[in-house]
């Protein structure tokens, strides 16, 4: 299994991004996807997360400006970002609970990570 994540990038404080992630691989159910963000010297946070019912979850600091949005059929998701700020820059992973059999169990999958650099 692997998880390719597209659309980093540096962009001015106020602007837009989208991140996609694409889960490949021997893939029987996907679960919860969602998104985090790491800086230097700081811990992996949550910034975004979708259920395989499309029930979402944001971390406060992100609510309002992103959404997590997701294709099923395809084991995708986005990220669209607005609204940009400084302090939203940081690596970006994706991730997912993936079932590689019909017994499952759900094993959790990181991406590799995405640059995304807030600044004028």
């Known amino acids: 299994v692997q998880l390719q994540a597209y659309g980093g990038g540096l962009v001015r404080p106020g602007g837009f991004l989208t991140l996609s992630c694409v889960a490949s691989g021997s893939i029987w159910s996907t679960g919860d996807m969602g998104w985090y963000r790491q800086t230097p010297g700081e811990q992996r946070d949550m910034v975004a997360t979708?259920?395989?019912?499309?029930?979402?979850n944001y971390a406060d600091s992100v609510k309002g400006r992103f959404t997590i949005s997701r294709d099923n059929a395809k084991d995708t998701i986005w990220l669209q970002m607005n609204s940009l700020k400084p302090e939203d820059t940081g690596v970006y992973y994706c991730?997912?609970?993936?079932?590689?059999?019909?017994?499952?169990?759900?094993?959790?999958?990181w991406g590799q990570g995405t640059e995304i650099t807030v600044s004028s």
């Open positions: 979708i259920t395989a019912a499309i029930t979402t």
């Open positions: 991730a997912a609970k993936i079932e590689t059999s019909r017994t499952g169990p759900f094993q959790h999958y």
